[in-house]
Every structure is written in C-alpha cells, then in structure tokens.
C-alpha cells in the first residue's frame, strides 16, 4: 500500500542549530514533493516544491533535498528560531493516479530559546 | 489579495443535524480541494473540483458526504444526518488550473464538533 511517513515525535532543538525533518514514502513515483507550514489554528503555508530532477532547492533557511532512489526528501531550516516552531508536512502528486496531493501526518518542531 | 476564506470558523452541533460548510476560493483560481484532518487520520483529502466540476470524490466518506461549487468562486461541503465521528477540522484549498502539482492555498478550516 501507499505511505508517506514523517516522524511522528515532536523534534525539539536549541535556537541556532539547524533542524532536519524526514519524509519517506513507498509506493509511489512522484514527480514533485512539496512541504507545508502549519501553525495552530491554521491552514497549511506552502514553503517549498522539489521536482524528480532536483536534488537540492533552497530559500532563504530553507533547504530540500530528493532522493528517488531513497524514496526521501530532507526538509533543513538553518540558524533556526523559535518562531519556526510548527508543524511541517511533506505531501506528493503520484504521478500514475490521482492528481492531487497525499499529505503526511507531519512532524512537531519545537525550537527553544 | 484575499486568501481562501472558510466560515463557519467554528461549528458545534447535535448529531443528526444537517451541517454547511462553506469556501470562497481565490480570485482566478479554478480548482478547489476539500481536506479533513484529525489526529488519528492527519489531512485527508475528500474531494477536488476543476473548473466546477467534481474530478475526484473518492475520498467522500459516504453519502452522507456532498460537495458542490454552485459557481467558480465558491463551495459548500454538506453533511447530513451529521454524527460524532464526523468531529474534526475541514479545509479546503484552491489552485489556478488543474494541475496538482501546484502549491495549494489553503483556508483557516472549520473545527466542527458534533455532540
């Protein structure tokens, strides 16, 4: 069956350090994988989208890497600060089905000041 | 620009009771999602409309469920008989054109709670 998974445990870093979320998937071929910002209370922010053929996209903190041989991408926020605590999800179009997004249940962060 | 603009933001109500959610999409935008998201299921999607017309409602619990966008701009989500289980926050996102790869916009979500 399809899944994608990202940690489900809230990942809890220091203020300066760089935080590195994961999402993995199976069963799927994805030509894009984008990563959503949600705040309490709140609709998911797009941040950023990786094609097949990218391996890497930056902006700004933010840094995502793809790796379709893995079925992985790696989402960085660098210098980290307390206001990007949040919960960030991964989500995906399968190429062969349906056009429309899967999303993961999404990974708490947590970073302290 | 006004972003995707959802109400009620917050809906309490006694099983049985018909429930309308409703979705403004963003001026231009042509295709709208309806999403679900609870705890145990994360964000669901139910269904996805292009251009008015309903592509895929195969996430559509059961018949309960109904969507309809009556013109371009707008959507309701109906649940009618609502029950308990039905609980959770309901999103709804639009796109410009039909392709799903687009980044989504998304509306702040009803909370519904049915009693």
């Known amino acids: 069956s399809q899944k994608i998974e990202q940690n489900s445990e809230a990942l809890n870093i220091q203020e300066g350090k760089t935080a590195t979320l994961t999402c993995n998937y199976t069963?799927?071929?994805?030509?894009?994988l984008q990563w959503y910002r949600q705040d309490p209370g709140r609709g998911p922010v797009f941040l950023l989208l990786i094609r097949e053929n990218e391996k890497e996209k930056r902006k700004e903190r933010l840094k995502v890497t793809f790796d379709t041989t893995l079925k992985q991408s790696l989402f960085h926020i660098t210098a980290s600060q307390p206001a990007d605590s949040a919960t960030y999800l991964c989500?995906?179009?399968?190429?062969?089905?349906?056009?429309?997004?899967?999303f993961g249940s999404g990974t708490r962060l947590q970073v302290q000041p | 620009d006004a972003g995707v603009i959802q109400s009620p933001r917050h809906e309490v109500t006694e099983m049985g009771q018909e429930v309308t959610l409703r979705c403004k999409l963003i001026?231009?935008?042509?295709?709208l999602f309806w999403y679900r998201q609870t705890m145990m299921r994360g964000l669901e999607l139910l269904i996805y409309?292009?251009?008015?017309?309903?592509?895929?409602d195969s996430g559509m619990p059961e018949d309960r469920f109904s969507a309809k966008m009556p013109n371009a701009s707008f959507s309701t989500l109906k649940i009618q008989p609502s029950e308990p289980r039905d609980s959770a926050v309901y999103f709804c996102?639009?796109?410009?054109?039909?392709?799903?790869?687009?980044?989504?916009?998304f509306g702040d979500g009803t909370r519904l709670s049915i009693l």
């Open positions: 069963n799927y071929s994805p030509a894009y």
């Open positions: 996102a639009s796109i410009a054109g039909p392709d799903g790869n687009q980044p989504q916009h």
């Open positions: 001026s231009g935008h042509n295709s």
């Open positions: 409309f292009n251009n008015n017309v309903p592509i895929d």
């Open positions: 989500a995906l179009v399968d190429d062969t089905g349906r056009r429309a997004l899967t």
